[in-house]
């Protein structure tokens, strides 16, 4: 038997089985954030306990919304360095587009057919004026 013929057939069918394996439902998604939402939740129970601020007392409440809000700072603080990383990271690939001479090469095949849209080569060479970007 040719090895080659049963790797071409079985190797796709082993991919996309170990592709399904990692799937979830949408039950099956919700069910976890509602999990994770409880664990956190009894973190934070457990910190204000810790701090001396017990659930029968009127400041637990202020606590727990303080933690709360804290987490989602730190969340929304975090999205905007990843945000400015991949800012960085774009202009970067832009000024080595224009060191390569891509920008203005006529020989240098963009994409979308001259259409320039965020995140192609066309919009990073028009955007930090490296050229059009268009052939």
Same mark, same amino acid.
């Given at each position: 038997m ?26 099956? &998604? #919700?069910?976890?954030?509602a ?5 956190? &939740? ?13 659930? =029968?007392? =009127? ?24 945000? #400015?990383?991949?800012?960085?990271? @774009? ?19 963009? =994409?979308?057919?001259? @259409? ?20």
């Open positions: 040719d090895f080659g013929i049963w790797a071409r057939r079985l190797l796709p069918a082993g991919t996309l089985m170990v592709l399904l394996a990692g799937c979830v439902t949408g039950e099956e &998604l #919700a069910r976890r954030q999990e994770q939402r409880q664990r956190q &939740l009894d973190e934070d129970r457990q910190t204000c306990m810790a701090y001396g601020i017990h659930p =029968s007392q =009127s400041a637990f409440a202020g606590c727990m919304f303080q933690l709360d809000r804290d987490r989602k700072d730190r969340a929304q603080q975090e999205e905007m360095e990843r945000q #400015a990383r991949e800012a960085e990271e @774009r202009r970067q690939e832009a000024h080595e587009l224009a060191r390569n001479g891509q920008c203005d090469d006529p020989r240098y095949r963009t =994409s979308n057919g001259g @259409r320039a849209e965020r995140g192609t080569d066309e919009y990073e060479c028009r955007v930090l004026g490296l050229g059009d970007g268009r052939k």
